[in-house]
C-alpha cells in the first residue's frame, strides 16, 4: 500500500467511525475482531498466551479451564476493537461528555501532590484500556500529559494521529534521538509525561521478571525519573462500566540512587513492571496487546 493510500484508508476508517453511531460501530469493529481474531489463528493464541500469564494461579494449583481462557480472548478482542472505536470518537466528544463518562480517577492525588512538590511526573502505561481517554481526562484537571508516539510513514499520517490526541488535551512527541533531552526538559518545567512501557519495540530495555518470565522492558520511565527526581507513578484507564471509563494510578515508585546509574535502572524498572502486572490482572481482557510477550527469540 503506498503512503498517500494509507493515509487515505485512516482518515476514511476515522471518518466512517465518527459518522456511524458509537453502539453500531462498537458491534461491527467487536465481529471483525472476532473474525480476524477466530480459534487457531495466530493472533488468538498470542492474546491466549498473554492473558493465560496473566491469570497464572500459585504453582500447584490445577491449570485454568480451557474455556476461561477462551473466553477472555474473545473479551480481549473485542476490548481491542472497542479501543479503536472509542479513540475515533473521543475527538467528537465535548469535555463534559469526556468527564461524565469517566467516574473516578483512584489515586489522583498521587498527581496532585507531585505537581505541587513543583516537580514533574512521570506516569508509567500498559496497553490496558483506552490510555487516550486518561489523557483527556487529565487535562481537564490541569494535568495536561505529553506521551511519545513512533514515527509513521507517511509524516502526514503522523502528524494526523497527532493533531487528533492534540485536540483532547494530549501532546506528542515523536521518538527519534532527541527524544530523552526533550522530555528531560520538559519534566523539568514540571510536565506531566505518560510513556507506553509494556513492550520493547525497540529492543534496548533492560531485563526483569513480567509474570514469571524473563522478558526486557523499556527502561524510559525509570531513566527519566533518576536522572530528572520527577515522581514516578504507574497507571492504567480501563473501559467500563457499560460506556463509562475509570483510571487507576498507583502510589509513587522509589527511585532514590542507592548505586551506579545503571543498576538503579534495573532496579525501578522491576519496581514499574510489578506495578504493571497488577494494573493489567485487574482487567486482563482490557490488555491490548496481541503479539505473543513472552515468546522467546
Known amino acids: 500500500m503506498s503512503h498517500r493510500a494509507r493515509l487515505a484508508l485512516y482518515r ?5 467511525i465518527e459518522a456511524v453511531p458509537e453502539r453500531l460501530s462498537l458491534v461491527v469493529a467487536r465481529r471483525v475482531a472476532l473474525l480476524a481474531g477466530r480459534r487457531g489463528s495466530t493472533r488468538y493464541e498470542n492474546v491466549r498466551r498473554n492473558v493465560a500469564h496473566a491469570l497464572a494461579a ?5 491449570p485454568l479451564p480451557d474455556e476461561l481462557l477462551a473466553s477472555f480472548v474473545r473479551r480481549g478482542l473485542g476490548s481491542y476493537a472497542q479501543y479503536w472505536v472509542e479513540g475515533a470518537k473521543l475527538t467528537g466528544l465535548s469535555l463534559d461528555e469526556i468527564n461524565g463518562r469517566f467516574t473516578i480517577c483512584e489515586g489522583l492525588e498521587h498527581l496532585v501532590a507531585a505537581r505541587a512538590l513543583g516537580r514533574g511526573v512521570v506516569i508509567a502505561l500498559p496497553h490496558v484500556g483506552s490510555w487516550e481517554w486518561g489523557g483527556a481526562h487529565l487535562d481537564s484537571l490541569d494535568l495536561a500529559m505529553t506521551a511519545v508516539a513512533e514515527a509513521l510513514e507517511p509524516p502526514e499520517l503522523f502528524e494526523w494521529f497527532s493533531a487528533k490526541r ?5 501532546s506528542i512527541v515523536p521518538l527519534t ?24 519495540l525497540s529492543g534496548t530495555g533492560v531485563e526483569v521478571t513480567f509474570f514469571g518470565e524473563r522478558v526486557t522492558m523499556p527502561a524510559g520511565p ?5 536522572r530528572t527526581g520527577a515522581t514516578l507513578v504507574a497507571a492504567a484507564c480501563y473501559s467500563g462500566p457499560g460506556r463509562d471509563h475509570f483510571a487507576v494510578i498507583t502510589p509513587p515508585i522509589a527511585t532514590e540512587r542507592l548505586g551506579r546509574l545503571r543498576e538503579d535502572v534495573v ?14 490482572r485487574r482487567a486482563p481482557e482490557q490488555w491490548h496487546v496481541l503479539e505473543d ?3 522467546r527469540g
Open 12 to 16: 476514511f476508517g476515522a471518518a466512517v
Open 58 to 62: 500459585p504453582a500447584g494449583s490445577p
Open 166 to 170: 492534540a485536540a483532547v488535551g494530549i
Open 177 to 200: 534521538n532527541q527524544v530523552g533531552a526533550t522530555l528531560s526538559a520538559l519534566l523539568r518545567e514540571g510536565a506531566v509525561v505518560g510513556l507506553l512501557c509494556d513492550r520493547d
Open 222 to 226: 525509570a531513566t527519566l525519573a533518576l
Open 267 to 280: 532496579r525501578v524498572t522491576q519496581a514499574v513492571t510489578q506495578e504493571i502486572e497488577g494494573l493489567i
Open 293 to 295: 510477550r513472552f515468546a
